[in-house]
């Protein structure tokens, strides 16, 4: 049995050692190697993919994410362990190059970000606390394909899970209260922007 994942760094490192026989890679091999039963590696996997360059401005990849989340917190919420997912979405693949070089570009910032995360606050990020992030990023979700029309409010959504994720895996509630700021800042950002434009 595989360990659990407890930072960013080990994530990586566990999507670089997919098979590389299979060329793209796809999502199923992906979730199947951070944790398919595990919350917090599936929304930090979509944070990341949201948030990256290269892959999370392709269009669509925010919408898809988005129902991945939608899917698996909707499960999470009504008690499930096992997250069911549909075959045309484990199908979505990205090429393995482009993959390795967005893993290149987070591998220092990822390092940096390791050191100051550690469990505190933990009630946060368990039982009832952990629910209330599910509800966040099912909120998050729902917004992806309005996203997508706002520029760089997508990869403030990819920031947003991409912290949730972390948080429940480290279990680190600071961290977790700042990803719901962060969600907070995403709904101002598309609110304004709606307003924007319904007011020309």
Not at 21 to 39: K, M, N, T
Not at 48 to 74: E, H, K, S
Request: charged residues 20%; contains cysteine; positive net charge.
């Amino acid at each position: 049995m595989e360990s659990e994942i407890r930072s960013l760094e080990q994530l990586l490192d566990r999507i670089r050692e997919i098979d590389k026989v299979h060329d793209p890679v796809r999502l199923e091999s992906i979730l199947h190697a951070v944790g398919r039963r595990s919350f917090g590696p599936i929304i930090l996997v979509t944070g990341l993919i949201t948030l990256a360059p290269l892959i999370g401005d392709i269009p669509g990849v925010p919408t898809m994410m988005g129902l991945l989340v939608l899917l698996t917190a909707g499960q999470l919420l009504v008690g499930r362990k096992t997250f069911w997912l549909p075959g045309f979405l484990l199908q979505r693949s990205v090429d393995r190059t482009r993959l390795h070089r967005v893993l290149d570009w987070l591998e220092k910032p990822v390092r940096f970000i390791d050191r100051f995360l550690h469990p505190r606050l933990e009630v946060i990020t368990h039982g009832k606390g952990a629910l209330v992030i599910a509800v966040a990023c099912v909120c998050i979700a729902l917004t992806m394909p309005a996203l997508e029309f706002i520029p760089f409010s997508a990869n403030l959504a990819g920031a947003a899970l991409t912290a949730f994720g972390l948080a429940l895996i480290v279990r680190d509630g600071y961290l977790a209260v700042f990803a719901l700021a962060v969600t907070a800042g995403t709904f101002w950002a598309v609110i304004a922007n709606i307003s924007k434009i319904w007011g020309e």
